[in-house]
């Protein structure tokens, strides 16, 4: 799971802001390995999800949160 949420990233990740399409394909990538995530496509986008991007000192860069909602924030 980690490298599939890796390589999103290495794809997707344009710059330093997180995006809410990145989400969208990193929600994707998790539910490709947890069989109950993946027969919910019902709930496709409602999946409560933050990502932190740090740089390489692991300093926080940027965070972005979907809630059960799909209300960004």
């Known amino acids: 799971m980690n490298t599939a949420v890796r390589e999103v990233a290495s794809r997707y990740l344009d710059g330093h802001e997180l995006t809410e399409g990145l989400l969208n394909r990193i ?9 109950c995530l993946s027969c919910a496509t019902h ?10 991007l740090r740089d390489a000192e692991g300093t926080l860069v940027h965070r972005l949160a ?6 960004i924030g």
């Open 27 to 35: 929600e994707v990538a998790i539910r490709a390995y947890d069989p």
């Open 43 to 52: 709930a496709l986008g409602r999946m409560p999800l933050e990502v932190e």
């Open 66 to 71: 979907k809630d059960a909602d799909g209300n």
